[in-house]
Nanobody, 123 residues
């Protein structure tokens, strides 16, 4: 059974930083591309970032490019999202997801999902 467990969310002031972690089990992590999505209240879940299984390629939404960095540690079966220069509009529940196939940018390309971690950025 695949499990993705996010951690690292919390409350931070605008301009601050957080690092999210996603610990994976039940899948061959070293060959799994991974992604982060987020969902704000009343909005659809949206793509944030993704990283290929090798870590050699990364992808970002325009809204976070230059502020967020995705990385992975295949020895620890963990993917990270370093979030800097946070803005109030980054407030959302952040979800880790396991890529299945197709475009990294769309939700339907991901098969496995974590339970989410809340990130709240105060002005």
């Amino acid at each position: 059974q695949v499990q993705l467990v996010e951690s690292g969310g919390g409350l931070v002031q605008a301009g601050g930083s957080l690092r999210l972690s996603c610990a994976a089990s039940g899948l061959t992590f070293s060959t799994a591309s991974m992604g982060w999505f987020r969902q704000a209240p009343g909005k659809e879940r949206e793509f944030v970032s993704a990283i290929r299984w090798s870590g050699g390629s990364t992808y970002y939404a325009d809204s976070v490019k230059g502020r967020f960095t995705i990385s992975r540690d295949n020895a620890k079966n963990t993917v990270y999202l370093q979030m800097n220069s946070l803005k109030p509009e980054d407030t959302a529940v952040y979800y880790c997801a396991g890529h299945y196939g197709g475009s990294y940018y769309i939700r339907n390309s991901y098969r496995y999902w974590g339970q989410g971690t809340q990130v709240t950025v105060s002005a």
